[in-house]
């Protein structure tokens, strides 16, 4: 009995241990971040130089749970920038913000003050209609930018505190977990981009609004924008490109979807929602890739002669991005492969929709080279989707040395011919030795008739 209870003690234990361990994998992090702000401008026009401090964020899901925010701040932090961070939502609490005790990596983590204002957009005018400004602005704003471990999520949030106070509440996050897409050319695309208002906030009655645009080298243009207190879409608007509507007003799902990936569609997407007077925004950078098609000419390639110089092309073809590497191949009949180089590389051409093509020209010099009696020449092609190559085969006549198949070979030869004159030669002597002896017979027949004839 004795020993039942000491095992069911440990046993006990045990799941306290990991009922406290759970727990404090799950719990939210104490997150490092770097508060930016603008120093005050030297005058003249000239923008003020920006200021980097350290700061340290304490996250909790409840205004009323503990934090560690009582536990002494390092001496390389102000206090002044240790803050209390209210999330309902747990978005700040992703498990990617919270690294391993210990880990040389970091979440990336950037605090910044924002100043609430109406905005011009006309899909987002309708949400400041009244033009009046609540009491409830007046206090202290700070807006968050964080991506996580291995940019397995980017999140975007909003807070407000009283006046003077270090008690902030989420009241807008903006979250994607597609940091970064890829995708092959004709795919469908989906972009994520979630969005949560805190209810308690006067703004989440007032409606909002979600707009997309696409940002590439310098490039850039709307591609969907809609007002969601209106149920309207703006006129400009990208082919191909849509919204799960009744997953936006019912889950606050946001995420763009591409019906068709094209060439055109790589670079950076930023997803921003709108609520009066604030906006939150995530970027996200999406990259279309295809693998090039390769082959060469001519296929196959012409009979080649010892001391010959033969001219094969490869043409790579439909790719993109733009970077591509064209090598050359030579694997003889043995089965050793060796390298040819990169031949006479063109420069890229560029198809109608957007794809790229490259070719390579190698001079097959049979004496230079060393080829033997041949085998395959073979075009590699090394792209970001992917390697691709293509082979011709390569049949080289006429050189010095033969091989030791080669040498059995005309020997096997050689005995076939001596067999077929040995052949001929004994059908001839005996067809002559049959003649020589019908001759003999009719000569002896001959004189016996004569000596018969005498005798009479």
């Given at each position: 009995?004795?020993?039942?209870?000491?095992?069911?003690?440990?046993?006990?234990?045990?799941?306290?241990?990991?009922?406290?361990?759970?727990?404090?994998?799950?719990?939210?992090?104490?997150?490092?971040?770097?508060?930016?702000?603008?120093?005050?401008?030297?005058?003249?026009?000239?923008?003020?130089?920006?200021?980097?401090?350290?700061?340290?964020?304490?996250?909790?899901?409840?205004?009323?749970?503990?934090?560690?925010?009582?536990?002494?701040?390092?001496?390389?932090?102000?206090?002044?920038?240790?803050?209390?961070?209210?999330?309902?939502?747990?978005?700040?609490?992703?498990?990617?913000?919270?690294?391993?005790?210990?880990?040389?990596?970091?979440?990336?983590?950037?605090?910044?003050?924002?100043?609430?204002?109406?905005?011009?957009?006309?899909?987002?005018?309708?949400?400041?209609?009244?033009?009046?400004?609540?009491?409830?602005?007046?206090?202290?704003?700070?807006?968050?930018?964080?991506?996580?471990?291995?940019?397995?999520?980017?999140?975007?949030?909003?807070?407000?505190?009283?006046?003077?106070?270090?008690?902030?509440?989420?009241?807008?996050?903006?979250?994607?977990?597609?940091?970064?897409?890829?995708?092959?050319?004709?795919?469908?695309?989906?972009?994520?981009?979630?969005?949560?208002?805190?209810?308690?906030?006067?703004?989440?009655?007032?409606?909002?609004?979600?707009?997309?645009?696409?940002?590439?080298?310098?490039?850039?243009?709307?591609?969907?924008a809609y007002d969601g207190k209106t149920d309207r879409l703006?006129?400009?608007?990208?082919?191909?490109?849509?919204?799960?509507?009744?997953?936006?007003?019912?889950?606050?799902?946001?995420?763009?979807?591409?019906?068709?990936?094209?060439?055109?569609?790589?670079?950076?997407?930023?997803?921003?929602?709108?609520?009066?007077?604030?906006?939150?925004?995530?970027?996200?950078?999406?990259?279309?890739?295809?693998?090039?098609?390769?082959?060469?000419?001519?296929?196959?390639?012409?009979?080649?002669?010892?001391?010959?110089?033969?001219?094969?092309?490869?043409?790579?073809?439909?790719?993109?991005?733009?970077?591509?590497?064209?090598?050359?191949?030579?694997?003889?009949?043995?089965?050793?492969?060796?390298?040819?180089?990169?031949?006479?590389?063109?420069?890229?051409?560029?198809?109608?929709?957007?794809?790229?093509?490259?070719?390579?020209?190698?001079?097959?010099?049979?004496?230079?080279?060393?080829?033997?009696?041949?085998?395959?020449?073979?075009?590699?092609?090394?792209?970001?989707?992917?390697?691709?190559?293509?082979?011709?085969?390569?049949?080289?006549?006429?050189?010095?040395?033969?091989?030791?198949?080669?040498?059995?070979?005309?020997?096997?030869?050689?005995?076939?011919?001596?067999?077929?004159?040995?052949?001929?030669?004994?059908?001839?002597?005996?067809?002559?030795?049959?003649?020589?002896?019908?001759?003999?017979?009719?000569?002896?027949?001959?004189?016996?008739?004569?000596?018969?004839?005498?005798?009479?």
């Open positions: 009995m004795t020993e039942l209870s000491t095992i069911y003690k440990l046993s006990l234990v045990t799941f306290i241990c990991f009922i406290k361990a759970c727990s404090s994998s799950s719990s939210c992090p104490v997150l490092e971040c770097w508060f930016v702000q603008e120093k005050t401008g030297r005058g003249g026009g000239l923008t003020g130089a920006t200021s980097q401090e350290k700061s340290l964020l304490h996250i909790r899901t409840d205004a009323h749970s503990h934090t560690a925010k009582s536990q002494q701040a390092p001496s390389d932090i102000n206090p002044d920038r240790v803050y209390s961070i209210t999330d309902p939502a747990a978005t700040l609490c992703h498990l990617s913000l919270n690294p391993p005790r210990g880990s040389v990596e970091k979440p990336q983590c950037e605090i910044n003050p924002f100043s609430p204002q109406p905005s011009d957009l006309k899909w987002v005018a309708p949400l400041t209609d009244s033009g009046l400004s609540p009491i409830y602005l007046e206090a202290d704003w700070f807006s968050t930018s964080l991506q996580g471990l291995n940019k397995q999520v980017a999140i975007s949030t909003i807070m407000r505190a009283p006046t003077a106070t270090k008690e902030h509440n989420v009241i807008l996050s903006v979250t994607s977990n597609t940091v970064s897409v890829q995708s092959r050319l004709g795919e469908p695309v989906l972009l994520d981009c979630g969005f949560w208002v805190d209810s308690s906030s006067p703004l989440s009655g007032s409606g909002f609004a979600v707009e997309w645009r696409y940002q590439f080298r310098g490039d850039g243009r709307l591609v969907l703006a006129d400009a608007k990208e082919k191909g490109a849509t919204l799960d509507f009744e997953g936006l007003h019912e889950k606050g799902n946001a995420s763009l979807i591409l019906q068709e990936a094209e060439v055109r569609h790589s670079g950076m997407y930023i997803c921003s929602v709108y609520l009066p007077h604030i906006v939150a925004q995530v970027t996200l950078e999406l990259e279309v890739v295809e693998p090039p098609s390769v082959s060469i000419y001519p296929s196959p390639l012409p009979l080649a002669v010892q001391g010959q110089t033969l001219t094969a092309q490869c043409e790579a073809s439909g790719f993109a991005p733009l970077s591509l590497e064209l090598s050359w191949e030579f694997q003889g009949i043995d089965g050793k492969s060796r390298p040819l180089g990169s031949g006479s590389v063109t420069g890229h051409r560029q198809a109608w929709d957007g794809t790229y093509s490259q070719s390579s020209q190698l001079e097959l010099d049979t004496t230079k080279l060393d080829l033997g009696r041949g085998g395959e020449v073979i075009c590699v092609a090394v792209h970001l989707g992917g390697k691709r190559q293509a082979s011709v085969t390569l049949n080289v006549i006429g050189f010095s040395t033969p091989s030791i198949e080669d040498s059995m070979g005309m020997v096997g030869v050689a005995l076939v011919l001596y067999g077929l004159i040995k052949f001929v030669s004994w059908t001839f002597t005996s067809s002559g030795s049959d003649v020589a002896g019908q001759q003999e017979k009719l000569v002896k027949d001959q004189k016996l008739r004569g000596f018969k004839m005498v005798m009479f």
